[in-house]
């Protein structure tokens, strides 16, 4: 593929068609606008996260913004775009033609800046006679200007087929293209801790097909809708050189720590991108009735990921209906459910210590089951009631469950309920004022969890050598004295909003609101886990005059949260 060129194809493309579609529309009535300016930012030291989509220089650059429209009685035409710099700008253009036919098309560059870490933080050292653990690290290039260029380029269009019917032809494309350079890091293994980073080529591409035909008769409408999405890194592969097994003090051992590697002092291949392919089909339908209105959907996709093997299939479906019972009464219910599934991968590990005393262990195979396989479902039903001219209420109440499968070992299954419920009420006095408060509650059921345990037991008791060999190793650590399975997910919460808004005078306008969430876990054997958030809000609007409008405002965020915090003891 020659990605080099994709950016100018794109270009000469999009100025045939503006000349194209022009020429349909030459006689309308043009309106223009032409914008001339120019922009300045100053960054002080360290700027690549504040300025992560900016240029980082102290320069002026030139901008220049365009808008031409064109219109007829039933032709509509639009070119619009901005140049801000030559790293960002951007071009639209949009057609209508006598309601048979309609285009979109769009196109973006921008530039994403990436930091670039020094691994200074990396410092570390303990020694006990020969053994010791040890932490060294290194940049393999010097210091980059690491970031890439993004081009996204879209294209829509519609065309009538037979208006009978309302039947239209409807496609669409995407593409994003992604070109500069990024930084990766490697961690060689325990015996070295040895972490390095060096710099990468970005060439990524992802490109987006969509395809499908609307049709409609009378209160009846159906739809249906192919799309094929791929995604590919065409950079070359980076490898980063695995240290040699041996004691990081004394330089021997050598056949006792590579017995316990798979591979050692040797380059191999890090940082490897999927590649990506997925395909989704999608039916919807809809039936208006005046009163009552149902709508619904069935898609099924599929994605693969070619360098993995790994593939995921996701089969689901969503209605919604909608009744006006009165005028002063409106019902909605909602429905969701999908099911998910992801291949097994089995993974053949050899056999630990080969040749040594006590080794020769095969425990260490296993099969990679993933936490994505489950059932989905989703249940709502929503009554708004307007109480009175002014004053309107609404309330929720809603149900959802998710079933793992093959989580965390093969043929287990865990659930998740939660149910939950809110209310609001609203209450306008014309341009005078308006109030507004919502009050939401979540009750979950045994949220998803991690089972590899963060706390581990006192080991003198418990550690013994196995198998005849001459030490005790770190896969019974993990096995034996792990404990305490952990999530930061809540199974109550509590979520309030409040609002305000007060018209002092024709040119005075006062506004307050307050927030607040509150979550916590009380279901976990030794651990309370607990976050909350209180952001108030104040601000006013004077108008000067039918041109000038002042707006100021100012908003406070507290954030609070109680979780475990683990440290580590080396040797411990």
């Known amino acids: 593929m020659k990605t080099s060129h994709t950016t100018n194809r794109f270009v000469v493309l999009f100025l045939a068609l503006i000349v194209l ?11 223009y606008s032409l914008w001339l300016g120019s922009h300045y930012t100053d960054f002080n030291d360290y700027a690549k996260k ?25 032709n509509l035409f639009s070119l619009d775009g901005q140049f801000y710099d030559n790293k960002n700008a951007f071009a639209n253009m949009r057609l209508r033609a006598n309601n048979r036919f309609s285009m979109k098309i769009g196109y973006q560059v921008f530039r994403k800046q990436l930091q670039f870490d020094l691994l200074d933080n990396f410092n570390a050292r303990e020694a006990i006679g020969k053994k010791a653990k040890i932490l060294s690290h290194e940049a393999l290039d010097s210091i980059m200007d690491y970031g890439f260029d993004r081009h996204q380029a879209e294209a829509e269009f519609e065309l009538m087929l037979a208006e009978k019917y309302d039947l239209k032809l409807v496609a669409a494309h995407r593409f994003i293209f992604d070109k500069g350079d990024e930084q990766k890091t490697s961690i060689s293994h325990c015996y070295s801790c040895h972490v390095s980073t060096k710099s990468a080529e970005v060439k990524r591409l ?42 990081p003090v004394s330089g021997g051992d050598a056949e006792e720590f590579s017995s316990r590697e798979i591979y050692n002092g040797k380059d191999m291949p890090t940082g490897i991108y999927p590649d990506i392919r997925k395909y989704s089909s999608k039916v919807k339908f809809q039936v208006d009735k005046g009163k009552h209105l149902l709508n619904g959907s069935f898609s099924y996709s599929r994605t693969k990921n070619d360098v993995s093997n790994l593939d995921n299939v996701v089969v689901g479906g969503t209605v919604k209906y909608t009744t006006m019972i009165s005028p002063k009464f409106r019902l909605y ?15 053949d590990i050899p056999p630990w210590r080969e040749g040594r005393t006590g080794g020769d262990l095969d425990i260490f195979d296993y099969r990679r089951e993933s936490s994505l396989d489950r059932l989905y479902g989703k249940g709502t039903i929503k009554a708004l009631i307007r109480m009175n001219p002014k004053t309107r209420v609404h309330v929720l109440a809603g149900y959802e469950h998710i079933r793992r499968y093959d989580y965390p070992n093969l043929g287990s299954e865990s659930a998740t309920n939660t149910y939950f419920g809110e209310g609001s009420i609203r209450f306008r006095d014309g341009l005078k004022y308006k109030l507004s408060a919502k009050y939401r509650l979540e009750l979950t059921n045994d949220p998803f969890v991690s089972y590899k345990g963060i706390f581990e037991k006192p080991g003198a008791d418990i550690l013994k050598k196995e198998n005849g060999a001459p030490n005790i190793y770190y896969y019974q650590r993990e096995r034996d004295l792990r404990y305490q ?85 080396m040797d411990g």
Do not use: C
């Not at 002026?60 to 039933?74: K, N, R, V, W």
């Not at 808004?501 to 916590?520: E, F, Q």
């Not at 002042?550 to 979780?563: D, F, M, V």
């Open 333 to 347: 219910a909602y429905g969701a459910l999908s099911k998910t599934t992801s291949n097994d991968v089995v993974y």
């Open 206 to 247: 992802t490109n987006q097909t969509n395809l499908g035909l609307e049709a409609s008769k009378g209160d009846v409408s159906v739809g249906y809708k192919f799309s094929y999405r791929t995604f590919k890194s065409y950079a070359d592969d980076i490898s980063f050189f695995y240290d040699e097994a041996k004691n």
């Open 485 to 569: 399975n952990i999530t930061t997910l809540p199974t109550i919460k509590h979520v309030v909003n409040l609002s305000g808004n007060y018209r002092a005078s024709k040119k005075v306008g006062l506004n307050a609101g307050l927030k607040m969430t509150i979550d916590k876990n009380t279901e976990l054997d030794s651990l309370t886990v607990e976050h909350s958030a209180f952001q108030p809000s104040v601000g006013i609007d004077v108008s000067a005059g039918n041109k000038w409008v002042l707006n100021t405002g100012y908003t406070y965020s507290y954030n609070k949260s109680t979780g475990p915090i683990t440290v580590v003891m």
């Open 50 to 74: 504040v300025g992560e989509f900016n240029r980082i220089g102290s320069d002026a650059y030139p901008e220049i913004g365009f808008t031409i429209l064109g219109s007829t009685e039933d």
């Open 21 to 31: 579609v022009t020429s349909g529309v030459v006689r309308a009535d043009y309106t």
